[in-house]
């Protein structure tokens, strides 16, 4: 496990740090605080605090301590990709109000996260989410179903 955590933490921070310089770049958008490169650059703050968290989680771990476990470790990884895949299938047909709290609380159980905290960030996330976007950059999420009552 410390040399998979070591190369995805090292290929997160190298995807971060283009993303970061890239984003530089992105021009001011007129009548709004934030510019277009807002966004990608909080991104790219996100995705380098993984990357150097992963790199020094590797080199903490003692020796041997990632021995493959079969399914306890696999699982989590596929309920994610299988989020993602059903985001994007779903989220214009449904809504992002809907399936994303959906999506987040299916992480959070096969994350081993309690309930009370799974439902608590899973709603609380969306709804944060939602706002940043719609009210913060303007850009709005799909409606889905909801649209005929917003």
Known sequence: MQSVDRGVGLGLTL?????????RAFP????QKLGAGFLPML???????????LVARSRRA???????RGVEQVLPALVVMAAVAAYITLAERLGFL????????????????????????AVGGTLVVHVVFYKLLRV???WGVLRPFY
Not at 28 to 31: A, C, H, I, K, L
Not at 43 to 53: E, M
């Open 62 to 68: 003692p020796a041997g301590s990632g021995a493959a």
């Open 28 to 31: 001011d958008v007129p009548g």
């Open 98 to 121: 809907i399936v994303a709290p959906l999506v987040l609380l299916a992480v959070f159980k096969a994350l081993r996260v309690g309930w009370r905290a799974a439902l608590l960030w």
């Open 15 to 23: 995807l971060a740090l283009v993303v970061l310089f890239t984003a």
């Open 43 to 53: 991104v790219g703050a996100g995705l380098l605090l993984c990357g150097l968290a």
């Open 140 to 142: 709005p999420l799909p």
